[in-house]
T-cell receptor, first 116, second 116 residues
Framework: AQSVAQPEDQVNVAEGNPLTVKCTYS??????LFWYVQYPNRGLQFLLK??????LVKGSYGFEAEFNKSQTSFHLKKPSALVSDSALYFC??????????????FGDGTTLTVKP | GAVVSQHPSWVICKSGTSVKIECRSL??????MFWYRQFPKQSLMLMAT?????????EQGVEKDKFLINHASLTLSTLTVTSAHPEDSSFYIC????????????FGEGSRLTVL
């Protein structure tokens, strides 16, 4: 079984400050890890993914995430937050042993609020 | 990037009627599509996995006779909420994964269903 935990329901940061949205995961095999963002009354948008290779992956809108196998974490980061980054963020994991391609498990989401 | 179109965005219907929601992959072949339900300020609840040309696989607790899913082609899946009741009011989101990719999901914009 696979699972994802986003320990923070809410993250508040000031514009221009760095931000981190935390995610830890559990899978039986090697993980495929994803971050998605959701704006109000919209579908989710893919931000970035880790499949293999460099532990630091870069994605859309200046976001990046670091895969840490020993801590089973995949925290989302951005060096300088913008007010427009305010949204709901979801971490997701897929076990590479999962033969049902694309069937990911999502965290409960973290609401990021960036204040001017 | 891959685009998924979901229609309608908003729908209001009377109790007892049926509502059909369409999910189309516009620029890729979606071998697998997923349907989710999302309650306010909550994560995505996977309802079913839809594979082209075969019956959908429903998650535990989801009534297959109430939520009819058809995936007739590689670019179209439909969700029909039959005999809708007020408790079916929710935000429904579809997603698709492209053949041969590592499983990142491309989401539709969601459909807000309100049953009166």
């Amino acid at each position: 079984a696979q699972s994802v935990a986003q320990p923070e329901d809410q993250v508040n940061v000031a514009e221009g400050n760095p931000l981190t949205v935390k995610c830890t995961y559990s899978v039986s095999g090697n993980p495929y890890l994803f971050w998605y963002v959701q704006y109000p009354n919209r579908g989710l948008q893919f931000l970035l993914k880790y499949i293999t290779g460099d532990n630091l992956v870069k994605g859309s809108y200046g976001f990046e995430a670091e895969f840490n196998k020993s801590q089973t974490s995949f925290h989302l980061k951005k060096p300088s937050a913008l007010v427009s980054d305010s949204a709901l963020y979801f971490c997701a994991v897929r076990d590479t042993h999962n033969t049902n391609a694309g069937k990911s498990t999502f965290g409960d989401g973290t609401t990021l609020t960036v204040k001017p | 990037g891959a685009v998924v179109s979901q229609h309608p965005s908003w729908v209001i219907c009377k109790s007892g009627t049926s509502v059909k929601i369409e999910c189309r992959s516009l620029d890729f072949q979606a071998t697998t599509m997923f349907w989710y339900r999302q309650f306010p300020k909550q994560s995505l609840m996977l309802m079913a996995t839809s594979n082209e040309g075969s019956k959908a696989t429903y998650e535990q607790g989801v009534e297959k006779d109430k939520f009819l899913i058809n995936h007739a082609s590689l670019t179209l899946s439909t969700l029909t909420v039959t005999s809708a009741h007020p408790e079916d009011s929710s935000f429904y989101i579809c997603s698709a994964t492209e053949r041969g990719t590592t499983g990142e999901l491309f989401f539709g914009e969601g459909s807000r269903l309100t049953v009166l």
